[in-house]
C-alpha cells in the first residue's frame, strides 16, 4: 500500500496545480502540507497567493460533510485573513475538537494576541471564545503554551470592557487552568462584584476550588445557589467538595435533593451510593451500585467508582480508554455521524478494535494519519503464534480470520449483554462451551473481530469489548488442563498478539485458567510479565488496566512483579 504523500509532496502538488491555475487542487494539496506544518513560510506564502487571486476564496473550499480536517482548517485562515474571525474562530475550535493534536495553535494566536480583533467579535462570540479556551486546556496539554501568548490581550480587554464581569469571570477560568491561580481568584472575585449573577458566582467557586480553597469555594457555590437554587448541577458541586473533604452527612444531603428531583441523574445517584456505602459500609448499598452500573453501562463515571469499591475487571469491567473512543463518545453525544467516515490524526498507533467501533458507528471508512509507530511495534505479535485476529497493511487493519457462524454470534452476544461480573460470565461462558466443542473455535475468533450488532443500548466500543471478553472466556472452556491444549495455544496468541482490547480480553480469560489450574501459573505469568516489561513505546498502555488489575489476582505472583505493578498502578 502506497505511504501517504509528505508535506513537502503535497505542497509540490498545490505548487503545480496552482500553476496551472486549478485553484481547488491546488488548495486541497495545500491544505495537506499545511496539515503537516502549519507555520511553514512556502506553504502561507502560496496560500496567501491563492486568496489574493480569488474574488471570493471560501468558494475554493466550501463547507460540506465530506470536508477533512485539513479543508476545515484552511477555510477557518481564509475566513480570518478575510476580518471574518467569527466563522474562522467557529471552524477551527471544530478542527480541534476533531483532531485534538491538530497544529494550528500558532493560527490562533497570530489571530488573537492582538485585543484589538477580540474588540471585533460579538458579546456572544466573545463569551463563546473565551469558554472555548477552557475547555481546550482541559482536553489538550499542547495547546496550553499557546493559550498562554493569548493572555496579554485576554487581560487587555478585560480592562476595556471593565464593567462587564461575565467576561473576566470566563478570562478567570481560562487563567485557573493555567496554573495562575491567584490572578484567577482576583478576575473572578471582581466579575462576580460587577455582575452578582449564578455564573459569576460559579466561576468564582471554580477559582477558589483550584486554589485548593474548599471552604471558600462552597462558599461560593452556595451563594450561586441563591441566585438559581434549581440548578442541580451547582448542588452537585457542593456535594462533590463536602465529600471529598470528608463531610459526607451534608454531602450526601445534596447529592439527596437532586436525586430525588431526577431519579435517573447519572452523576448524583451513582456518587450519592458510593458515599452512602463510604459512609455506612452497608454491603447492600454496594449491591445497588453494582445493579445501577449493570443497568446503565452508558455511564462510565459509575463504573469507576464501583471499581474503587471492589476490583476492576472483577466486579466490573472498565471502557477502553483509547483517545479515539473519547471522539466517538462525542459523536455519539451529539447524534453525529460523519457521512464519509472520520478523519483523525494521532501520536501513536491505538488499538483496530477502536477503529472498528468508529467505522461500525459510522458506517463509513475511517482514515488515519500517525504520526509514530511505538516499538515493539503494536501490529505484530511478540513472538510467533498460531492465531493471529489482525494484520496489517502499512498502518490500516485488517480482520485475519473470517465471520463467526450466526448461532455462535448470537450466543456469544446473549452472554455480552449480560450484567456483568467474572464469575456469572464465567458459569455463562462455560455452558457456552459445552454446547460448542473445541471445532467451533474459529468461530470464537471470528467473533472477536466480526461482533455482532449491539444489544441493549449498550455504546457501540462498550459492547465489542464485551463480546471480546465473553469470546474469549468462552475460549477458556472450550478444553481443559494446559499443555498441550486448544485454549493455551488460542489464548497466548491472543495475549502476545497485535495490541488490541483483545489482549485485555485474553489476560481476564488467563487469569481465570491460573485460578483453577496451577500447571497453567508459569506460563501465565511469563506472558503476564512479557507485557509488563516491553510495553509498546511511546503513548498510552493500552492493555495496562487489565495487566495490571488481573495481575494482582494472579496465584503465586512473584514479589517483585507485584513491585513492579504497584508502581506503574498510578497509570492505570
Given at each position: 500500500?502506497?505511504?501517504?504523500?509528505?508535506?513537502?509532496?503535497?505542497?509540490?502538488?498545490?505548487?503545480?496545480?496552482?500553476?496551472?491555475?486549478?485553484?481547488?487542487?491546488?488548495?486541497f494539496h495545500l491544505s495537506w502540507a499545511l496539515a503537516g506544518n502549519a507555520e511553514e513560510k512556502r506553504y502561507l506564502?502560496?496560500?496567501?497567493?491563492?486568496?489574493?487571486?480569488?474574488?471570493?476564496?471560501?468558494?475554493?473550499?466550501?463547507?460540506?460533510?465530506?470536508?477533512?480536517?485539513?479543508?476545515?482548517?484552511?477555510?477557518?485562515?481564509?475566513?480570518?485573513?478575510?476580518?471574518?474571525?467569527?466563522?474562522?474562530?467557529?471552524?477551527?475550535?471544530?478542527?480541534?475538537?476533531?483532531?485534538?493534536?491538530?497544529?494550528?495553535?500558532?493560527?490562533?494566536?497570530?489571530?488573537?494576541?492582538?485585543?484589538?480583533?477580540?474588540?471585533?467579535?460579538?458579546?456572544?462570540?466573545?463569551?463563546?471564545?473565551?469558554?472555548?479556551?477552557?475547555?481546550?486546556?482541559?482536553?489538550?496539554?499542547?495547546?496550553?503554551?499557546?493559550?498562554?501568548?493569548?493572555?496579554?490581550?485576554?487581560?487587555?480587554?478585560?480592562?476595556?470592557?471593565?464593567?462587564?464581569?461575565?467576561?473576566?469571570?470566563?478570562?478567570?477560568?481560562?487563567?485557573?487552568?493555567l496554573g495562575q491561580g491567584k490572578k484567577a481568584i482576583e478576575y473572578a472575585q471582581?466579575?462576580?462584584?460587577?455582575?452578582?449573577?449564578?455564573?459569576?458566582?460559579?466561576?468564582?467557586?471554580?477559582?477558589?476550588?483550584?486554589?485548593?480553597?474548599?471552604?471558600?469555594?462552597?462558599?461560593?457555590?452556595?451563594?450561586?445557589?441563591?441566585?438559581?437554587?434549581?440548578?442541580?448541577?451547582?448542588?452537585?458541586?457542593?456535594?462533590?467538595?463536602?465529600?471529598?473533604?470528608?463531610?459526607?452527612?451534608?454531602?450526601?444531603?445534596?447529592?439527596?435533593?437532586?436525586?430525588?428531583?431526577?431519579?435517573?441523574?447519572?452523576?448524583?445517584?451513582?456518587?450519592?451510593?458510593?458515599?452512602?456505602?463510604?459512609?455506612?459500609?452497608?454491603?447492600?448499598?454496594?449491591?445497588?451500585?453494582?445493579?445501577?452500573?449493570?443497568?446503565?453501562?452508558?455511564?462510565?463515571?459509575?463504573?469507576?467508582?464501583?471499581?474503587?469499591?471492589?476490583?476492576?475487571?472483577?466486579?466490573?469491567?472498565?471502557?477502553?480508554?483509547?483517545?479515539?473512543?473519547?471522539?466517538?463518545?462525542?459523536?455519539?453525544?451529539?447524534?453525529?455521524?460523519?457521512?464519509?467516515?472520520?478523519?483523525?490524526?494521532?501520536?501513536?498507533?491505538?488499538?483496530?478494535?477502536?477503529?472498528?467501533?468508529?467505522?461500525?458507528?459510522?458506517?463509513?471508512?475511517?482514515?488515519?494519519?500517525?504520526?509514530?509507530?511505538?516499538?515493539?511495534?503494536?501490529?505484530?505479535?511478540?513472538?510467533?503464534?498460531?492465531?493471529?485476529?489482525?494484520?496489517?497493511?502499512?498502518?490500516?487493519?485488517?480482520?485475519?480470520?473470517?465471520?463467526?457462524?450466526?448461532?455462535?454470534?448470537?450466543?456469544?452476544?446473549?452472554?455480552?449483554?449480560?450484567?456483568?461480573?467474572?464469575?456469572?460470565?464465567?458459569?455463562?461462558?462455560?455452558?457456552?462451551?459445552?454446547?460448542?466443542?473445541?471445532?467451533?473455535?474459529?468461530?470464537?475468533?471470528?467473533?472477536?473481530?466480526?461482533?455482532?450488532?449491539?444489544?441493549?443500548?449498550?455504546?457501540?466500543?462498550?459492547?465489542?469489548?464485551?463480546?471480546?471478553?465473553?469470546?474469549?472466556?468462552?475460549?477458556?472452556?472450550?478444553?481443559?488442563?494446559?499443555?498441550?491444549?486448544?485454549?493455551?495455544?488460542?489464548?497466548?496468541?491472543?495475549?502476545?498478539?497485535?495490541?488490541?482490547?483483545?489482549?485485555?480480553?485474553?489476560?481476564?480469560?488467563?487469569?481465570?485458567?491460573?485460578?483453577?489450574?496451577?500447571?497453567?501459573?508459569?506460563?501465565?505469568?511469563?506472558?503476564?510479565?512479557?507485557?509488563?516489561?516491553?510495553?509498546?513505546?511511546?503513548?498510552?498502555?493500552?492493555?495496562?488496566?487489565?495487566?495490571?488489575?488481573?495481575?494482582?489476582?494472579?496465584?503465586?505472583?512473584?514479589?517483585?512483579?507485584?513491585?513492579?505493578?504497584?508502581?506503574?498502578?498510578?497509570?492505570?
Amino acid at each position: 500500500m502506497k505511504n501517504q504523500p509528505t508535506p513537502q509532496e503535497e505542497f509540490q502538488l498545490a505548487q503545480c496545480a496552482f500553476d496551472q491555475k486549478d485553484l481547488k487542487h491546488a488548495i486541497f494539496h495545500l491544505s495537506w502540507a499545511l496539515a503537516g506544518n502549519a507555520e511553514e513560510k512556502r506553504y502561507l506564502d502560496l496560500l496567501h497567493k491563492i486568496i489574493k487571486q480569488t474574488r471570493n476564496p471560501l468558494d475554493l473550499i466550501p463547507m460540506s460533510n465530506s470536508m477533512s480536517y485539513a479543508e476545515v482548517a484552511v477555510r477557518a485562515y481564509m475566513a480570518a485573513q478575510q476580518k471574518d474571525l467569527e466563522h474562522a474562530l467557529y471552524l477551527l475550535f471544530q478542527v480541534f475538537e476533531t483532531v485534538p493534536a491538530a497544529p494550528y495553535f500558532p493560527w490562533l494566536v497570530s489571530w488573537f494576541s492582538n485585543s484589538k480583533n477580540l474588540d471585533a467579535l460579538s458579546q456572544q462570540a466573545i463569551f463563546g471564545f473565551f469558554g472555548r479556551l477552557s475547555h481546550l486546556l482541559d482536553t489538550n496539554p499542547q495547546s496550553r503554551p499557546y493559550v498562554s501568548k493569548l493572555i496579554p490581550a485576554l487581560e487587555a480587554y478585560c480592562q476595556k470592557h471593565n464593567k462587564d464581569g461575565v467576561a473576566m469571570g470566563l478570562v478567570s477560568t481560562v487563567l485557573r487552568r493555567l496554573g495562575q491561580g491567584k490572578k484567577a481568584i482576583e478576575y473572578a472575585q471582581r466579575g462576580y462584584q460587577l455582575s452578582p449573577i449564578s455564573n459569576t458566582a460559579i466561576f468564582l467557586g471554580g477559582a477558589y476550588r483550584d486554589a485548593g480553597n474548599v471552604d471558600a469555594a462552597i462558599k461560593a457555590y452556595q451563594q450561586a445557589l441563591t441566585h438559581d437554587p434549581s440548578n442541580d448541577e451547582i448542588r452537585l458541586d457542593i456535594a462533590d467538595l463536602l465529600c471529598e473533604r470528608g463531610d459526607l452527612d451534608e454531602g450526601i444531603t445534596y447529592y439527596e435533593q437532586v436525586a430525588s428531583r431526577n431519579p435517573d441523574h447519572p452523576w448524583a445517584v451513582s456518587h450519592l451510593y458510593f458515599y452512602q456505602y463510604q459512609r455506612d459500609r452497608n454491603p447492600a448499598i454496594k449491591d445497588r451500585l453494582k445493579k445501577y452500573v449493570d443497568e446503565h453501562p452508558d455511564n462510565p463515571m459509575a463504573a469507576e467508582l464501583l471499581g474503587r469499591l471492589g476490583d476492576p475487571f472483577i466486579d466490573n469491567l472498565p471502557e477502553p480508554t483509547d483517545a479515539t473512543i473519547g471522539i466517538l463518545r462525542k459523536l455519539v453525544a451529539e447524534n453525529n455521524k460523519p457521512k464519509t467516515g472520520l478523519n483523525m490524526g494521532l501520536s501513536a498507533m491505538e488499538t483496530p478494535s477502536a477503529r472498528m467501533a468508529v467505522e461500525m458507528y459510522c458506517n463509513a471508512p475511517m482514515t488515519v494519519s500517525i504520526a509514530d509507530i511505538q516499538s515493539p511495534d503494536p501490529r505484530q505479535p511478540r513472538r510467533d503464534v498460531q492465531y493471529i485476529l489482525w494484520r496489517y497493511k502499512g498502518t490500516d487493519p485488517v480482520a485475519a480470520v473470517n465471520p463467526p457462524s450466526l448461532a455462535v454470534s448470537q450466543q456469544i452476544a446473549r452472554l455480552a449483554n449480560q450484567p456483568y461480573s467474572l464469575d456469572a460470565w464465567i458459569t455463562s461462558a462455560q455452558q457456552i462451551a459445552d454446547q460448542l466443542g473445541a471445532d467451533r473455535l474459529n468461530d470464537l475468533l471470528g467473533v472477536m473481530v466480526h461482533p455482532p450488532e449491539p444489544q441493549g443500548g449498550i455504546p457501540i466500543w462498550y459492547w465489542i469489548y464485551r463480546v471480546q471478553v465473553a469470546a474469549a472466556l468462552t475460549i477458556a472452556y472450550l478444553d481443559d488442563g494446559w499443555d498441550g491444549s486448544l485454549r493455551k495455544e488460542a489464548l497466548t496468541s491472543i495475549a502476545l498478539g497485535p495490541m488490541d482490547w483483545t489482549v485485555d480480553a485474553a489476560l481476564i480469560a488467563l487469569l481465570v485458567i491460573a485460578r483453577e489450574n496451577p500447571d497453567s501459573h508459569q506460563d501465565i505469568i511469563a506472558i503476564y510479565q512479557e507485557l509488563l516489561d516491553n510495553p509498546p513505546q511511546p503513548g498510552a498502555i493500552l492493555y495496562l488496566g487489565a495487566l495490571i488489575h488481573c495481575g494482582f489476582q494472579l496465584p503465586g505472583l512473584p514479589e517483585a512483579m507485584r513491585q513492579r505493578m504497584e508502581e506503574m498502578k498510578e497509570w492505570v
